[in-house]
């Protein structure tokens, strides 16, 4: 985010104002130069009695009557470069639907570094007396904000840069607005979605949110890769600002603006009797400290609810969490009475009908095959295959069963009714087991049902 630094320099604005030959400025908050910045100080005043606020009041957005996007140009190719002509693009959408577009080069202005000193931060504005301020102002007073550049070194231009570092003042000082703005921004090949975002990052300075981001690839002069893509992404885009004014358009809030929040009013209230003395002026003057509500201007939607039927529900949900424990898990669901095994007309049907029942938590990694050699009534051989946490049924008999239950048919199909008992049957050698008998035991587990 922007202007976190603690400024480091131990020397003081007198001595850069000396030095630079400067008739020091007046530590008064400059009064406003613009309409918004006007009405902004004429309809924003909180009263701050014994340290409470008692009243604080936010910016609505309004449309002023000649409706101006301001656009700052980052680039050194002032009225011929790409990013000149991606912001140009978006002129004519732009008139149509009744705005200006006032281009600000950086290039051609005076802006000096930033000192890092911190003086606007305690006194509420830079003393350096160049271009800078007025720029700024321009960008408070527009119906919405565009910020440009092309990328350098993966970054923004160093004019771009020392723009936005000369913007520290504003910075710690959230804006009573949040308009709409535009991010722009070309690159050769390499860093353009990542620069674009820093710069919809940075418009919150000057009060603003990014709708959207234009961005392209251009390595020469008017060289776009595809031209007509980044007109008409312009021309959306363009639009969409416009409607976005218009209609006084807001986003969700966002991690990044509670983290802005919390970083910002701590680190202003810590230095509130220094460095950040204006800073947190205008903290207490805004109501910020207030809360995060008040912070984003949108309030947190508190439903209803009726604690006695949550307490009810939760309840209800650690009985029934507790019966499922108790209860074995079922792999397979419970077949309708009349659709189990056992309702099974001969033994070839109660075969096929086997797989139905198969309980795969039982079987855990067993691979087997038990093979069925049924006669009398009904005279074939089947098998079941069990693998991989499942069991089908197969004519015919395996290459390699694991188990083979030889058995007429009457008298598997009075077991599987729980007419006859299967061990009782087995000892009588009413069916006989050939392989593992292992297998066998554990038949009444696989099949339920
Ligand atoms: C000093 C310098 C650094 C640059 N760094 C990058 C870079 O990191 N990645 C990239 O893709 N292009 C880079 N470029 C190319 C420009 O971003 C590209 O030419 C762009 O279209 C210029 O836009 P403009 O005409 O609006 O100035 C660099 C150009 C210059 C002069």
Request: charged share 15%; net charge positive; with cysteine.
């Given at each position: 985010m922007v202007g976190l630094g603690v400024p480091v320099t131990k020397y003081y604005p007198d001595y850069y104002q000396r030095r630079l030959g400067l008739t020091p400025v007046s530590e008064e908050t400059a009064s406003p130069k613009t309409v918004n910045e006007a009405h902004y100080h004429a309809n924003n005043q909180a009263f701050v009695k014994n340290n409470q606020i008692t009243h604080s009041k936010m910016e609505e957005p309004k449309m002023s009557e000649n409706p101006t996007i301001v656009a700052v140009n980052g680039s050194p190719?002032?009225?011929?470069g790409n990013t000149t002509m991606m912001i140009e693009m978006l002129r004519g959408p732009l008139s149509e639907e009744g705005f200006n577009l006032e281009m600000i080069y950086l290039s051609e202005k005076e802006i000096n570094y930033c000192y890092g000193c911190g003086f606007c931060m305690e006194?509420?504005?830079?003393?350096i007396e160049d271009d800078h301020r007025g720029i700024v102002n321009k960008l408070l007073s527009a119906d919405g904000i565009i910020l440009g550049s092309p990328v350098y070194f993966l970054h923004v231009t160093g004019q771009m840069k020392t723009f936005l570092d000369r913007s520290l003042a504003y910075g710690h000082k959230p804006r009573p607005t949040w308009k709409p703005g535009l991010a722009v921004c070309v690159s050769a090949g390499f860093g353009e979605t990542q620069t674009a975002e820093y710069l919809a990052g940075v418009l919150r300075v000057y009060g603003a949110f990014a709708v959207g981001r234009l961005t392209a690839l251009a390595a020469?002069?008017?060289?776009?890769?595809?031209l007509e893509a980044v007109k008409a992404q312009a021309n959306d885009l363009a639009r969409d600002l416009a409607r976005a004014i218009k209609e006084k358009r807001r986003y969700p809030a966002t991690d990044m603006d509670v983290r802005f929040y919390q970083f910002m009013g701590d680190l202003v209230k810590n230095y509130k009797d220094g460095v950040m003395k204006h800073d947190y002026k205008h903290w207490l003057e805004q109501g910020l400290y207030d809360g995060f509500e008040s912070y984003i201007q949108q309030t947190t939607t508190r439903p209803q609810y009726n604690p006695k039927a949550r307490d009810a529900w939760i309840k209800e949900l650690i009985a029934s969490h507790k019966k499922k424990k108790k209860t074995k898990p079922m792999a397979t669901p419970a077949q309708p009475a009349d659709q189990g095994?056992?309702?099974?007309?001969n033994c070839a049907e109660l075969l096929q009908m086997m797989p139905l029942g198969f309980n795969a938590a039982e079987s855990n990694d067993l691979e087997a095959i038990y093979q069925f050699e049924v006669s009398g009534e009904e005279s074939f051989t089947a098998h079941l295959k069990i693998s991989e946490g499942a069991c089908t049924y197969h004519d015919g008999p395996a290459k390699s069963p694991s188990v083979t239950i030889k058995t007429p048919a009457n008298v598997w199909l009075a077991m599987a009714k729980g007419e006859l008992d299967g061990q009782q049957a087995f000892m009588n050698g009413q069916y006989k087991v050939e392989g593992d008998l292992n297998l066998l035991l554990r038949l009444k587990s696989l099949f339920s049902g």
């Open positions: 190719h002032a009225g011929v006194k509420g504005k830079c003393w020469g002069p008017g060289n776009f890769v595809g095994p056992q309702t099974a007309k």
